[in-house]
């Protein structure tokens, strides 16, 4: 197969996406029994089936993968099979990862030099085991022939320790995970789900039901309700690609859900909201109670599958093009940059597809852009527009940032029902600032804290929208290309 990293760059497409599609069907067995102790969280993709749906075909899906990986703006090789992703989230905060380990599984005969090859860097010998670096602080090592682990953070030593240790004989993650990667299929070929045994106490059930519109839940209703909901077991969401993408969310209790049904869009937003995060507003969600199961169902946009499947593990961009290579080197300044920028425009777009569509809070969203801006290839761009990019996810961050000290702010506020004052931030664009603002009462508090959120958000996006026009205007006088 070394050859084919060879070919010219149209024929090397055409074969990796033809491999993609022809790749045979993937198990999720041996993945399960390389995933450790401790993860509350898997994200598991079946590239085999996804490739096979109507809308990957329609979409090219498996060639648009293999022109990434090639054009080095994606680790993802053409010829992987499956990818299974466990983390450690911390369900305490806005689901920041502590760690996540990766298991890819790929096509027999695909060897780590074919990989090389493409993304640069040099394949070595450790012990019984070969390694690569493909990331910054990220190493691929191989554990068996086609199947390579990569953990973050921690790097080539979090790596070689964890082949080191080997599989286990048995599952160790819970049981509710296990069950979780087992529902991967043809019908329903990307799964991401969420353990939350124990993660939910009396207290906060009874402040995220008592949030709810109108209060539906009160006395010894409140009490039995609260306890249903520190019952969950968890969260599975399965994602099905026929013509279009349908997204299925079953949430796991301890008893009977029914209680839940009628509450079931305002629960999960309220939830949703502790987190940073928002339901899609314009999906007419579909709700039912099957047993101890609340489900969940609507339709999904591109950019909210990329949002799920970020909640695990955001998206893999390649930094080959920061190592010294042959090739990257040569590349020019100005394609490097046209690149660089429109990747960044690309992520704007999609972050602002999802502002509009969501309601509420936006904190995670905003984090995870705000990591992906930070993770695109860097050499070669000019310096100015590296500049550019750092205030742009920096911007991203101090706006997460301002609306979740909002609503912790406004959460205290109501609580304590007290006039005083706190800092609101104003701009991170080019700097920190801060202003004191009066409290009052219940009403005026929530209308307050809105509009602080959306003052920043607006000074915000203005100051990264005028970037943009100065940076490309400056960019193509010196270039003399437009950008």
């Not at 380990?101 to 027999?108: F, N, R």
């Not at 090859?117 to 070969?130: P, R």
């Not at 009628?262 to 629960?267: E, G, S």
Request: hydrophobic content about 40%.
């Amino acid at each position: 197969m070394q050859v084919l990293w060879k070919s010219p760059a149209n024929a090397l497409v055409a074969i990796l996406a033809g491999l993609a599609l022809a790749a045979a069907p993937a198990r999720g067995d041996d993945a399960l029994l390389w995933l450790p102790e401790g993860l509350n969280a898997v994200l598991v993709i079946d590239a085999n089936a996804a490739y096979r749906s109507p809308l990957a075909i329609e979409e090219k899906w498996a060639q648009k993968t293999a022109q990434a990986f090639v054009a080095q703006d994606l680790f993802l090789p053409p010829s992987t099979r499956r990818i299974t992703v466990g983390a450690e989230l911390d369900l305490t905060g806005s689901l920041n990862p502590i760690r996540r380990q990766l298991i890819m599984e790929v096509k027999a005969g695909t060897e780590l030099a074919d990989i090389a090859s493409v993304t640069g860097g040099n394949v070595e010998k450790v012990d019984d085991w070969q390694g690569l670096s493909v990331l910054d602080g990220r190493y691929l090592v191989e554990a068996k022939q086609a199947e390579y682990l990569m953990v973050e953070p921690g790097g080539r030593q979090a790596a070689l320790r964890w082949v080191r240790a080997g599989a286990s004989p048995a599952p160790r993650v819970s049981k509710f995970l296990q069950q979780a990667v087992g529902s991967v299929s043809d019908q329903f070929p990307i799964v991401t789900a969420l353990d939350l045994t124990d993660a939910v106490d009396v207290a906060s059930a009874k402040a995220v039901l008592s949030s709810l519109p109108n209060r539906p839940f009160t006395g010894a209703e409140l009490d039995s309700t609260a306890a249903l909901l520190v019952s969950v077991r968890g969260i599975v969401c399965k994602v099905h690609l026929g013509t279009q993408r349908m997204l299925q969310c079953r949430i796991e209790f301890g008893q009977s859900a029914a209680p839940l049904q009628p509450v079931a869009i305002p629960l999960v937003s309220s939830v949703l909201q502790m987190w940073g995060a928002s339901l899609d507003d314009s999906v007419k969600w579909r709700t039912r109670a099957d047993g101890h199961a609340l489900i969940i169902e609507g339709d999904l946009s591109p950019s909210g599958l990329k949002r799920l499947m970020s909640v695990v593990h955001p998206p893999i961009v390649s930094s080959a093009a920061r190592q010294a290579g042959a090739e990257s080197s040569n590349v020019p300044t100005a394609e490097a940059s046209k690149k660089y920028l429109r990747s960044i425009q690309h992520e704007l777009d999609d972050l602002r597809g999802t502002l509009k569509k969501t309601r509420d809070n936006h904190c995670l969203w905003y984090e995870r852009s705000a990591r992906t801006i930070d993770g695109l290839p860097m050499l070669k761009v000019d310096p100015d527009l590296l500049t550019f990019g750092a205030r742009v996810s920096n911007s991203l961050r101090y706006q997460a940032q301002a609306e979740r000290f909002s609503n912790v702010r406004a959460g205290t506020r109501r609580a304590e029902n007290e006039t005083g004052k706190f800092y609101g931030g104003v701009s991170s664009y080019d700097g920190y600032y801060y202003t004191p603002t009066a409290g009052g009462n219940e009403a005026a508090i929530n209308a307050q804290e809105n509009e602080n959120a959306a003052g920043v958000k607006f000074s915000e996006w203005k100051q990264i929208e005028d970037g943009l026009v100065e940076i490309r205007r400056g960019l193509t006088q010196k270039y003399s290309v437009e950008f």
